[in-house]
């Protein structure tokens, strides 16, 4: 059976040629050939996401509160044409609604109805074990593991973006080249524009597990222009450049996922630079009772030391994960340094339990705390206090079917003495309730 992929033009098909696997709802509607040699194929799919989100206190009693939590519909349904093994035409139509925000829905809660994907592929072979793919058209991005451009799953309108990529298959690395700009979603029906102040380009490669001992190695360039960069410095013409490598892989009980960043480039009048250090490593006990997983993320990310001249030290993702550091997404990813200890077991193969701590600090005094989508959160007020807070949650998945998901989160986020030096702080807590069905 199919398990679909976070971007749908990812899902593999493979499994449904054989004929038996067509017989019933989805197989029906995953592979219907068009030709003899089913080299022509139509494929169908979708997802439907009902969460219930109640958020008590939001950004510490700085946000209006919600009188009874929100309700966030997402509907997606996507066709998928080939026609014949080098040409291929996908587009996605989403629908995103919101019901119960006090004071209405954020940019990142409501499209009423998009066309979230609408590209064409062009397949050139390049000899017996090298391809090129040209696609042009609107696209969902995500490179890595969407430090630096992400889809945006968690929140309830997903990124997409106009863009031209041209991918290199080789053997042992796959290379892309691409030039995009964002879109600009809006709360009505195809009323969604391109942000022509903003820009992203690069060139993203992945390989090396033929001669690195275990895993897999990211290199990357990365370049990004905001016509309205915004810090606690103030908002100017940003033009950022990042460099980037991750090392990723699992081996023997244990996983990692280490990837390591440096930013240059301009804002304003003055100059960039900045940098980041990211991790994950966890060990499974596979053979032990509910084979438990114990991990530990350490962060840390650059912020600006003094707000007075023209440069800028604040270390900034593009389009990072709305969801960066959990899902009650309060804190971003700039100017930290984070510690995130976590334990997972799996009663069964289809529940997973997930119980965490977040421990959030300031790297530099001189600068604010930021939300995931880069807006500022609290500047530094001339406090000198670090420890921005802390979270404890607990996170339930349990697979219904091989096609629906349910999952509960419950979150507590412990105002620490920065934000309680600066402002409003209540502590926050977060209930989320999602039933995802995917087809």
């Not at 700039?334 to 790297?363: G, I």
Request: net charge negative.
């Amino acid at each position: 059976m199919l398990e679909p992929a976070k971007l749908r033009f990812d899902d593999d098909y493979g499994c449904f040629r054989n004929p038996e696997s067509r017989d019933d709802f989805p197989g029906s509607i995953k592979f219907i050939p068009l030709g003899q040699d089913e080299q022509v194929f139509l494929s169908f799919g979708g997802e439907i996401r009902q969460r219930y989100e109640y958020t008590d206190d939001p950004l510490f009693g700085a946000d209006p509160q919600d009188d009874a939590g929100v309700w966030l519909q997402r509907y997606t349904l996507h066709g998928d044409l080939h026609l014949g093994p080098h040409l291929r035409v996908f587009a996605q139509f989403s629908s995103a609604l919101e019901k119960g925000r006090a004071g209405g829905p954020s940019p990142v809660d409501e499209n009423a109805l998009a066309l979230q994907n609408a590209f064409v592929d062009l397949n050139l072979p390049l000899g017996p074990d090298a391809d090129l793919t040209l696609r042009g058209g609107r696209q969902e991005l995500q490179f890595g593991s969407g430090r630096l451009v992400d889809v945006r799953e968690g929140p309830n309108v997903r990124r997409t973006f106009d863009a031209a990529r041209a991918t290199v298959e080789l053997p042992g690395w796959r290379v892309d080249v691409l030039a995009a700009r964002p879109r600009l979603p809006r709360p009505g029906v195809f009323d969604d524009e391109a942000n022509d102040g903003q820009a992203l380009w690069g060139v993203y490669a992945v390989g090396g597990e033929d001669w690195l001992p275990f895993g897999a190695l990211d290199l990357y360039y990365l370049g990004f222009e905001d016509d309205d960069g915004a810090f606690a410095q103030g908002t100017e013409r940003e033009r950022r450049h990042s460099i980037g490598a991750r090392f990723h892989g699992e081996g023997r009980g244990w996983d990692w996922n280490w990837e390591a960043i440096y930013q240059f480039g301009s804002f304003g009048d003055g100059g960039i630079s900045a940098w980041t250090i990211a991790s994950d490593t966890g060990f499974t006990f596979e053979n032990r009772p509910w084979r438990p997983r114990i991990a530990l993320s350490a962060n840390v990310a650059s912020g600006d030391s003094d707000a007075a001249d023209a440069d800028l030290g604040t270390f900034s993702a593009p389009f990072p994960r709305g969801n960066y550091f959990s899902e009650a997404a309060v804190l971003g990813p700039r100017n930290f340094f984070n510690l995130h200890p976590f334990v997972t077991v799996r009663p069964t193969e289809v529940w997973s339990l997930t119980a965490d701590m977040n421990f959030f600090w300031r790297l530099d005094t001189k600068d604010g705390v930021y939300a995931p989508g880069g807006q500022l959160i609290r500047g530094p007020s001339g406090s000198d206090k670090r420890f921005v807070g802390s979270a404890f949650s607990l996170t339930s998945e349990y697979a219904l079917t091989e096609s629906l998901t349910f999952t509960a989160i419950y979150t507590h986020f412990f105002a620490g003495d920065f934000i309680r030096a600066t402002g409003p702080s209540e502590d926050i807590d977060f209930i989320e309730l999602t039933l995802q069905f995917k087809f």
